[in-house]
């Protein structure tokens, strides 16, 4: 029972406070991350919105074809490379290399990508 | 098409939900998972510093230390993946019901149109039991997989249910890489 209220503590101590610092440090540039998990954690949700923003541009567009997904990739991960390296200017090798932050949540983003640019793409231009 | 491609996503946000409320139920709010899962989070998150500080030392004592030590999070890990087995094949079962339920609803329908023609291996799926040889044809299995593939993550993140990364990175499944394979 003690080991269960303490992970509910600390789990929702570091959700209220980590997120409300961490969304605000998100926004400015060169900020200190002492905590790897949190920065782990804006890159992902900053992937997850990108991939639904993208959809929706590419189906208003429209883009068609397999160049539609190989923009999606490029313009995903050069956005988040240019936002750790030249906005935030971490440190790649502390959290085992550019490779990783590159990957975080790239699968989840592309599926979210997929989704609605499917979705809209076909409301609009099919009965 | 707006109806039917908003009805998939609304399956897939109840159908996740569903999944995740019954695997808390099961799982997630049982004492047993629960030491466990802060018992692997310790363990990696130890087992990774230790690493990091004798990372190329070749001291014979410390690397018997962290093999100890990955020997005792592979059990645990082990320990965590069959409390949530029983579970997930149950869940499984019933999912398995619902989604051929579902997909004897949208047979044969073409629920969307893709922006692109998927490629082979992927047309036996996004083409499934629809008519005709127009491979930018989307089935319902299609879009149901890839509305579960980014929302139930998405809802496992918010929850907090999804693995901490500390333990993942360590290979914390049973069928996940063995710790130190990638080093």
């Known amino acids: 029972m003690t080991t269960k209220t303490k992970t509910l503590e600390r789990n929702g101590t570091s959700k209220t406070t980590g997120n409300t610092s961490s969304w605000h440090r998100a926004f400015i540039a060169n900020s200190e991350w002492p905590d790897k998990d949190e920065f782990l954690d804006v890159i992902y949700w900053a992937r997850q919105a990108l991939g639904i923003i993208l959809g929706v541009i590419w189906a208003l567009l429209p883009l068609k074809g397999f160049i539609g997904l190989l923009l999606f990739a490029l313009v995903n991960a050069g956005v988040i490379y240019l936002y750790f390296s030249n906005f935030q200017n971490v440190d790649e090798e502390e959290y085992g290399g550019a490779w990783e932050l590159t990957k975080e949540g790239f699968m989840t983003s592309f599926a979210g990508f997929l989704v609605t640019w499917i979705i809209i793409y076909s409301g609009l231009y099919y009965e | 098409m707006w109806t039917d491609t908003f009805l998939i996503v609304f399956i897939s946000i109840c159908t996740a939900f569903l999944g995740e409320g019954l695997t808390w139920l099961m799982v997630y709010r049982t004492d047993k998972y629960q030491k466990l899962k802060t018992e692997v989070e310790k363990q990696s998150k130890r087992l990774e510093k230790r690493k990091e500080a004798h990372g190329d030392s070749l001291d014979k004592q410390h ?121």
């Open chain 2, 63 to 183: 690397k018997k230390k962290i093999e100890r030590e990955e020997e005792r999070l592979k059990n645990n890990n082990r320990d965590l993946s069959l409390v949530k087995m029983k579970s997930m094949f149950a869940i499984g079962f019933a999912f398995t019901a619902l989604l051929s339920m579902f997909n004897s609803i949208f047979d044969g329908r073409v629920v969307a149109k893709l922006p692109f023609v998927p490629l082979g291996w992927i047309q036996g799926l996004s083409h499934r039991n629809l008519p005709g040889d127009d491979y930018t044809d989307c089935s319902f299995i299609f879009l149901y997989i890839l509305c579960t593939m980014s929302i139930r993550q998405n809802i496992q993140k918010l929850l907090g249910f999804a693995p901490s990364r500390a333990a993942s990175k360590q290979g914390n499944s049973l069928f996940g890489p063995a710790p130190g394979q990638f080093k």
